[in-house]
């Protein structure tokens, strides 16, 4: 590490802690040469997998376009901002978990699905209509239809 002030290269680490719940370091450090002291920060770079869309298209994932339709299908719903937060953050984590270099945007399309149904069934419903492109009032029944039937306790 660089001393910011001299711009000797050796540079001797004193005390390291966590920070952010554990997702970031902090080191204080001082310079060999000049005998100041600084603190650097260092996180973990964890990147997102590439969205390959139906057309073949790569692009890279995009928190905002994801908070955007589930915000859209939520709209007017009783749903709290963090509730929202916290779907994506799902998403997000079971992404990286997976851990491909791409993905699909059918899974992630089903990523939200379960995360809205989950929060809102309204939602799903929403969503579900725009994700499927549901043609007809036949096709938004059977969807609701779904949702309503009892669910199943034991394996099949």
Known sequence: ????????LETQVIDSRLI???HSVRRRRRCIACDRRFNTYETAEIRMPQVIKSSGERVPFD?????TSM????????INQDHVEEAILAIK???????ERDIPSQKVGELVMNQLSQM???AFVRFASVYHSFNDVS????????????????AD
């Open 71 to 78: 915000m859209r299908a939520l709209h007017k719903r009783p």
């Open 63 to 67: 928190e905002n376009k994801l908070r």
């Open 120 to 122: 809102d069934e309204v």
């Open 20 to 22: 952010n719940d554990s």
């Open 93 to 99: 984590q079971t992404l990286q978990q997976q851990g």
């Open 139 to 154: 096709e938004f029944t059977q969807t609701i239809a779904r949702l309503t039937q009892p669910k199943s306790n034991h």
């Open 1 to 8: 590490m660089r001393c910011p002030y001299c711009h000797h």
